[in-house]
């Protein structure tokens, strides 16, 4: 006989059992208070290698892999992290980041200025150490106006560093930033394998978080050897027919140094993209041009073909505080290129 809808009551209702259990699912995530704090060293496939402890006397290095209630939020070296499971370092031990810390700085990239896609280089620096070689490969200025640039938007004061200076004098390459009051050191390697001007770096460094940025071939792995004995950073030569640096380094890589603080090698780049900085922040970047744009009229672009810009007239007259016409040029080619990618700038 069969029963109508009125006949029927809550006894006659089928559940079918949950087989994952019938744990109802939660969003609230654990709050790990018990996890070991830690800072990123390296990023190698998937894995992150960490110092716990670091200062101490029980220093260890503890390999661990992102919990996945991280999502996508990019770790990298520099990073102070919470780990929970097997922190005690044995080999093939395995721990868990569950917490990046709050960062004071976050050093960015992009591969072009026309890709606004991030690339995270590093956390927590102090520092940026933008490495340039007065010959072989030779310098590019444009290479450290993007640095500024990028130190400027992440908060980081930096120092130029001018390698091989025993091919080439430094005085006519720093004449240019000199109006920037821009802090620098001059170092070369004698024959002997010891680099001069060493001591004036370290003294820098020690006590910072510090980053080498630059371009391949500079002698930033050279740099890192002679600050941390024993650390063995791969070095090369530059290629015979492009002038360019080979890559030897293919990952960032963190390390104490022996009077206290960290120093981070970052690979060599050809190029260091601005795409993640937004056109209104780049003037301000440019702090010498800032300073004389307050005389162009209101408006102003700033750009080649801006009516009436002041820029062009004080920047040739040598302004007090201005770097001159190449910095200038400098900044209008990034200008240009970032108001294409900003979608507001219409």
């Known amino acids: 006989m069969r029963r109508g809808a009125r006949d029927l009551d809550e006894s006659d209702v089928r559940v079918r059992p949950n087989r994952r259990g019938s744990r109802p699912r939660t969003k609230d995530r654990p709050a790990h208070a ?11 496939r998937g894995r992150w290698r960490t110092v716990v402890d670091a200062g101490g006397e029980e220093q260890r290095i503890v390999t661990a892999m992102r919990a996945r209630e ?5 770790v990298v070296p520099g990073d102070l992290v919470g780990l929970v499971g097997d922190t005690s370092g044995r080999d093939g031990s395995l721990a868990r980041i569950v917490r990046i810390e709050e960062r004071s700085s976050f050093l960015r990239r992009s591969a072009d200025d026309d890709d606004s896609t991030e690339r995270p280089l590093v956390a927590n620096a102090d520092l940026m150490v933008m490495v340039t070689a007065l010959a072989d490969p030779e310098p590019r200025g444009g290479m450290i106006d993007r640095c500024l640039v990028a130190a400027f938007v992440a908060g980081i004061p930096a120092v130029l560093v001018l390698t ?5 004098a430094p005085e006519e390459f720093l004449r240019t930033y000199a109006p920037l009051g821009l802090d620098h050191v001059v170092t070369h390697q004698e024959a002997d394998g010891t680099i001069v001007g060493l001591d004036a770096l370290r003294e ?17 792995s050279t740099l890192l050897n002679a600050l941390v004995p024993g650390v063995g950073r791969a070095t090369g030569a530059v290629n015979d027919v492009t002038g360019r640096g080979r890559h030897t380094s293919s990952s960032a890589l963190a390390e104490q140094l022996p009077g206290g603080g960290w120093v981070i090698d970052t690979p060599g780049v050809r190029s260091f993209g601005l795409g993640h900085v937004a056109p209104e922040q780049l003037l301000d970047a440019f702090a010498d041009l800032a300073a004389l744009a307050e005389q162009c009229p209101r408006g102003c672009t700033h750009l080649e073909d801006a009516p009436d810009c002041a820029l062009d007239a004080l920047v040739e007259a040598g302004e007090a ?6 910095r200038l040029a400098s900044y209008r080619r990034l200008a240009v290129t970032l108001r294409k990618n900003d979608p507001w700038d219409v």
């Open 321 to 326: 505080g201005t770097a001159g016409p190449a």
């Open 34 to 44: 018990d996890a070991v704090q830690a800072r990123v060293i390296a990023v190698d």
């Open 164 to 168: 091989k200076a025993d091919l080439r």
């Open 70 to 74: 991280l999502g996508r939020s990019p």
């Open 204 to 220: 820098r460094l020690e006590g910072n978080v510090s980053v080498l940025v630059g371009h391949s071939g500079v002698g930033k």
